[in-house]
């Protein structure tokens, strides 16, 4: 019988431990908050794809 090169984990890939770790360092502080901040300001705005597109392609165009 051979070993698994790595180590198993005893916990289920979706066990409520894995779940609630939150954010393990700095960086991922930061972009939790960031999340946060954009999940808590408000309605979504409407836009098409087509619009999202036209505007990206604007920016880019217009980078020095």
């Not at 066990?15 to 939790?32: D, F, H, T, W, Y």
């Not at 954009?38 to 979504?44: L, Q």
């Amino acid at each position: 019988m051979t070993k698994p090169s790595t180590p198993v984990s005893k916990q289920p890939a979706s066990s409520p431990e894995r779940e609630a770790a939150g954010p393990q360092n700095e960086a991922e502080r930061r972009l939790q908050a960031l999340i946060l901040d954009g999940v808590n300001s408000g309605p979504a705005a409407e836009v098409s794809i087509a619009e999202l597109s036209a505007e990206l392609r604007q920016r880019l165009i217009a980078r020095p």
